[in-house]
């Protein structure tokens, strides 16, 4: 059939966690095809992924092909299924039922594990293939606050938009002028990572007050 002869879009998935190791993906095969419908995963024996991951929801994430208008390729997305926790998408926080479209590369962290998802698109619109590598160290460097959970009260995303009142000067780079645009994303993590992870946390709280109430 001319579905057999249009290559698979390929997602080449790395898997991470600190403290377990391996032992948290003990059921993840080497391997997993799936035809166009939502790719579960999570802890549950339902779900197309399962990983053995304490706290992590039964249904965690869902992996969602789709079309774009006009595309002929398969784009993907990833769905937050958990009430209880955040996920973070290229530093993205998504909340409950919050999705986010995935670019080529993409680092994605939840419940401690840390994973990369790196896509190879194919011409099928009939099925993808999932190739998974267990590995032994982190895959993600990044500030604390996107390690653990106990941050999902907090808007990470909103002081990263460049507006100038959210840059955090206070932090001990009062000297260099205040980037402006999406470039400096990136830099300004590594910069609160290295000033202070702890004097970021107040600086957001202060500068959102409703945050503290608003649970994930």
Same mark, same amino acid.
């Given at each position: ?9 390929? !997602? ?9 190791? /391996? ?20 802890r549950g024996h339902d779900t197309h992924l399962q990983l053995q991951v304490p706290h992590l929801s039964r249904r965690h994430l869902s992996l969602e092909p789709y079309l774009e208008p006009g595309s002929t390729?398969?784009?993907?997305? !990833? ?36 994973? /990369? ?5 194919? /011409?099928? !619109? ?12 982190? !895959? ?7 390690? /653990? ?52 946390c107040q600086t957001l709280l202060s500068a959102s007050p409703a945050a503290e109430s608003k649970a994930c």
């Amino acid at each position: 059939s001319s579905s057999m002869e249009s290559s698979l879009t390929v !997602l080449r998935v790395s898997l991470y966690h600190p403290t377990l190791g /391996t032992a948290a993906f003990i059921n993840v095969p080497l391997e997993l095809q799936h035809d166009t419908s939502p790719l579960l995963i999570g802890r549950g024996h339902d779900t197309h992924l399962q990983l053995q991951v304490p706290h992590l929801s039964r249904r965690h994430l869902s992996l969602e092909p789709y079309l774009e208008p006009g595309s002929t390729l398969l784009a993907f997305c !990833l769905k937050n299924l958990s009430r209880k926790s955040c996920v973070w998408v290229n530093g993205l926080l998504l909340r409950f039922l919050e999705q986010v479209p995935l670019s080529v590369t993409n680092r994605i962290s939840f419940s401690n594990i840390q994973m /990369t998802i790196h896509i190879e698109r194919g /011409t099928s !619109l009939e099925a993808f293939v999932c190739c998974f590598h267990m590995s032994p160290s982190p !895959l993600i460097y990044r500030p604390k606050a996107e390690e /653990t959970d106990e941050w999902e009260s907090i808007p990470q995303g909103q002081p990263l938009l460049g507006s100038e009142e959210r840059t955090p000067v206070h932090l001990g780079f009062s000297t260099s002028p205040p980037r402006l645009g999406t470039a400096h994303c990136s830099q300004a993590l590594e910069e609160e990572q290295k000033y202070s992870s702890r004097g970021s946390c107040q600086t957001l709280l202060s500068a959102s007050p409703a945050a503290e109430s608003k649970a994930c």
